[in-house]
T-cell receptor, first 115, second 112 residues
């Protein structure tokens, strides 16, 4: 099956720093990528949808200046958490969908801890 | 706003017991997916049901899509500790079947 690689798996940073998370589709072209946030033992909360070459569409309540999303190529999308604070600590997951395959493939997630 | 109500939210059972997880909505979905997620990992797709009344089996797991395509259930027979995890249902619309509507999840613990 298709593989989506998410990096890093975990990151610890100081409050005020920015953190970049990468999501790569390894064996297919991802025209659409989704970014989610998840708290322990809870469901996925969609943050934004990104299409290659265009601006991301953010869900209500998600600060677009706080969570910068770039989908510059058909195989790579990045989420940058700017000026991270402890309340941004969470598990972030990406998923990718190809042009033909009507399925979502998920990355393995990034655990962000902001001190 | 479309919602998927998933229940129960938490479930702790003994090995060998049976269990059923439900996802209900007032909205019709073109398809519904079930995922299993382990801590520190992304969700893994278990099954997609598309047709109203459809039943799919995956070893000890039985998935059913309601006749009206508004609800679905996951039944696990003779649960094992390896079944422990977070089970998520997600519904898709015909107009945008990539932007899923997620249930709140069921955290299952199977004790040996």
């Amino acid at each position: 099956g298709a593989v989506v690689s998410q990096h890093p798996s975990w990151v610890i940073c100081k409050s005020g720093t920015s953190v970049k998370i990468e999501c790569r589709s390894l064996d297919f072209q991802a025209t659409t990528m989704f970014w989610y946030r998840q708290f322990p033992k809870q469901s996925l909360m969609l943050m934004a949808t990104s299409n290659e070459g265009s601006k991301a569409t953010y869900e209500q309540g998600v600060e677009k200046d706080k969570f910068l999303i770039n989908h510059a190529s058909l195989t790579l999308s990045t989420l940058t958490v700017t000026s991270a604070h402890p309340e941004d600590s969470s598990f972030y997951i990406c998923s990718a969908a190809g042009q033909v395959v009507e399925k979502l493939f998920f990355g393995s997630g990034t655990q962000l801890s902001v001190l | 706003t479309q919602l998927l109500e998933q229940s129960p939210q938490f479930l702790s059972i003994q090995e060998g017991e049976n269990l059923t997880v439900y996802c209900n909505s007032s909205s019709v979905f073109s398809s519904l997916q079930w995922y299993r997620q382990e801590p520190g990992e992304g969700p893994v797709l278990l099954v997609t049901v598309v047709t109203g009344g459809e039943v799919k089996k995956l070893k000890r797991l039985t998935f059913q899509f309601g006749d009206a395509r508004k609800d679905s259930s996951l039944h696990i027979t003779a649960a094992q500790p390896g079944d422990t995890g977070l089970y998520l249902c997600a519904g898709a619309n015909a107009g945008n079947n990539r932007k899923l509507i997620w249930g709140l999840g069921t955290s299952l613990a199977v004790n040996p």
